[in-house]
């Protein structure tokens, strides 16, 4: 997933709750959809993150080296920066980008 192009908002702000509504017919549902999405993006969204960490890690466990990595810390600053996964899922859901599967409507 491209987190960089994401137009999330990277702050906090007030939603109409309605138009989560609409989407699903049901608020707890659109709430349910939403908190699973934001689970998938955090993970993937770790998994990134850990992975160009891991990069740059020394197998030396000298102090001065793990409070002098600046590309460590210039990646983690980067992610820090990234909307919350709960506010891209919201704007994904918004934009109707979620797929959303219902097993007891199989036929």
């Known amino acids: 997933m ?3 192009n ?9 939603r109409d709750t309605i ?3 609409n989407e699903t017919g049901n608020i707890y549902e ?9 689970n998938q993006i955090s993970s993937e ?4 993150l850990t992975s160009k960490l891991q990069e740059f890690a020394s197998s030396v466990d000298n102090l001065e080296e793990v409070f002098e990595n600046r590309e460590q810390i210039e990646i983690s ?6 909307p919350k996964p709960v506010a891209i899922a919201m ?4 934009e ?5 599967r219902k097993p007891e409507e199989k036929k």
Do not use: G, P
């Not at 109707?96 to 959303?100: E, F, L, N, Q």
């Open 6 to 14: 994401n137009t999330s908002e990277r702050s906090t702000i007030t």
């Open 91 to 94: 704007n994904e859901m918004l």
């Open 77 to 82: 600053k980067f992610y820090e920066k990234l």
């Open 30 to 38: 659109s709430i349910v959809i939403i908190a699973k999405r934001a």
């Open 45 to 48: 969204m770790k998994e990134e």
């Open 19 to 21: 138009k989560f509504e």
């Open 2 to 4: 491209n987190f960089k």
């Open 96 to 100: 109707d980008k979620i797929y959303v």
